[in-house]
Nanobody, 120 residues
Framework: QVQLVESGGGLVQPGGSLELSCVASGSIFSINAMGWYRQAQGKERELVARTTSGHETTYADSVKGRFTISRDRGANTVYLQMNSLKPEDTAVYYC??????????????WGQGTQVTVSS
């Protein structure tokens, strides 16, 4: 019903930058929120950044000032610009989109995940 396609992960040196993108498609009537979460090996999944239809934005304390979330509403796409990357940012990053289908049923869809590795 809703498909998410993530891209942009990879290997980067400490201090480097990456941009993740996530495109939502399918039977979407409206999107209430789009966000990025990450899960490092052996750890629980955690919120990285999230933006709502009301333009409210939330960041994890560990990424404030380094990461920026943005959204292209017309393209149902969310981006995560990651600067000054640190080894502790290494994780699988997941896109999450919450909204309503054209049937007016709610949905909460997760992407397949994209690996980000920060290492020299």
């Amino acid at each position: 019903q809703v498909q998410l396609v993530e891209s942009g992960g990879g290997l980067v040196q400490p201090g480097g930058s990456l941009e993740l993108s996530c495109v939502a498609s399918g039977s979407i009537f409206s999107i209430n929120a789009m966000g990025w979460y990450r899960q490092a090996q052996g750890k629980e999944r955690e919120l990285v950044a999230r933006t709502t239809s009301g333009h409210e934005t939330t960041y994890a304390d560990s990424v404030k000032g380094r990461f920026t979330i943005s959204r292209d509403r017309g393209a149902n796409t969310v981006y995560l610009q990651m600067n000054s990357l640190k080894p502790e940012d290494t994780a699988v990053y997941y896109c999450d989109v919450v909204g309503y289908l054209t049937t007016l049923r709610p949905f909460d869809q997760w992407g397949q995940g994209t690996q980000v590795t920060v290492s020299s």
